[in-house]
Nanobody, 124 residues
Framework: QVQLVESGGGLVQAGGSLRLSCAAS????????MGWFRQHPGKEREFVAA????????YYADSVKGRFTISRDNAKNTVYLQMNNLKPEDGAVYYC?????????????????WGQGTQVTVSS
C-alpha cells in the first residue's frame, strides 16, 4: 500500500506557473504508474497527466498538453506536475494517484491509491 500527500497548490495569476509535488510513503514507489487528476466544483474528476514507472512514458490530457509536465524522482518517492501558462479554467483541486498497472492510463477507476488533493486557484 502507498500513502500520497500533495503540496504546492495556491493562488496564481493567469499566465503564471506552479509546481505540484506528491510525496509517497510505503514500499516500492517505482512500481506504480503515477497520475494527476483535477476536479472542478460540481464536476467529475478529470485526467490531467500520467507517467510510467521510470518516467520514460508520459501521457497528457489535450487541455494541458504543451503547458504541463509530469515527472518523477523515484529516489525521493515523489512525482511532480509543473504547470506553466496557467489559465483560469485550470483552477481546481488537484489529486495525485497511484496505479498498479504497468502502462499509463487516463482512467481514474484504474488508480488504486489517492491523495487528499491540493487547491489551485488561477485569477484572471
Amino acid at each position: 500500500q502507498v500513502q500520497l500527500v500533495e503540496s504546492g497548490g495556491g493562488l496564481v495569476q493567469a499566465g503564471g506557473s506552479l509546481r505540484l509535488s506528491c510525496a509517497a510513503s510505503g514500499r516500492s514507489f517505482s512500481r506504480y504508474v503515477m497520475g494527476w487528476f483535477r476536479q472542478h466544483p460540481g464536476k467529475e474528476r478529470e485526467f490531467v497527466a500520467a507517467i510510467n514507472w521510470n518516467g520514460g512514458n508520459t501521457y497528457y490530457a489535450d487541455s494541458v498538453k504543451g503547458r504541463f509536465t509530469i515527472s518523477r524522482d523515484n529516489a525521493k518517492n515523489t512525482v511532480y506536475l509543473q504547470m506553466n501558462n496557467l489559465k483560469p479554467e485550470d483552477g481546481a483541486v488537484y489529486y495525485c494517484a497511484a496505479s498498479e498497472l504497468w502502462e499509463t492510463t487516463w482512467q481514474a477507476s484504474l488508480y488504486n491509491y489517492w491523495g487528499q488533493g491540493t487547491q489551485v486557484t488561477v485569477s484572471s
